[in-house]
């Protein structure tokens, strides 16, 4: 069964950082994508970074230089360290997975860059 379960989120000052955790069990080793995207309030859900297939990385514009996603099989983990944040960064933030034409999501973690 798969679970993606997201943590770290929380309020931080501009120019400051946070990383983000996606317990993924189930399916990260198996997902042909494998990612995080994100939602600010009255905005649609955007794609910040993911994996593809082959193991290839692809990052939003706004968030190239100053964000980075990795992954920790052995611990079904994915990650996001988020540096320079600014106010533009505040979102909730979705772990997500793709495997057999089927999207799983978690339920989001809020991430607030305010002073």
């Known amino acids: 069964q798969v679970q993606l379960v997201e943590s770290g989120g929380g309020l931080v000052q501009p120019g400051g950082s946070l990383r983000l955790s996606c317990a993924a069990s189930?399916?990260?080793?198996?997902?042909?994508?494998m990612g995080w995207y994100r939602q600010a309030p009255g905005k649609e859900r955007e794609l910040v970074a993911t994996?593809?297939?082959?193991?290839?990385?692809v990052y939003t514009d706004s968030v190239k230089g100053r964000f980075t996603i990795s992954r920790d099989n052995a611990k079904n983990t994915l990650y996001l360290q988020m540096n320079s944040l600014s106010s533009e960064d505040t979102a909730v933030y979705y772990c997500?997975?793709?495997?057999?034409?089927?999207?799983?999501w978690g339920e989001g973690t809020l991430v607030t860059v305010s002073t």
């Open positions: 189930g399916i990260i080793r198996s997902a042909s994508a």
């Open positions: 994996f593809r297939a082959g193991g290839s990385i």
């Open positions: 997500h997975a793709f495997r057999g034409g089927i999207n799983y």
